[in-house]
């Protein structure tokens, strides 16, 4: 019995130690997520998602399929700042799985456009991995911000 239970508690132990391990390596995808946006690093940004990815993102258009498509909306966005970008993230979680992983976070976005129009916003961010070749990819990637459904327009000015 004692074999046993040393057995299961090197299981449960090394289960709990791979799920660690999952978390800090999305953990450090994410943290490139967020140093290719600061950088404007297209080639950083899309070595993040599978070619197959999926997004629903902030800016048009309403979904964007497959690595090569979501490239130009990434290219068009950094064209679209002047200076540095601002991002903080705020109430971070990870759920790690086997193959599937989900993270979402609220991502705090201050910047000036080309058009010297400045932006200061929180939206929140949904990404979800799949495990492929070891490394934890973006498949799907969802931004969003709240909207008043009354006036139809994006409400910009809440605060975590």
Known sequence: MLVLGASVMTL???AQTKKANDKEAIRQQINSFIKAFRTRNVNLMMSLYTPDMVAFDIVPPLKDTGADTYRKTWEKTFKR?????GIEVRDRNIVPGDKVAF?????HLSATMT???KIDFWERMTLCFVKTNGKWLIMHEHVSVPADLRTGKAVLNLKP
């Not at 993270?103 to 991502?107: E, G, I, P, S, V």
């Open 12 to 14: 449960t132990s090394w």
């Open 81 to 85: 700042f002047d200076g540095p970008i």
């Open 103 to 107: 993270a979402y976070q609220l991502l």
């Open 115 to 117: 058009n010297g129009q």
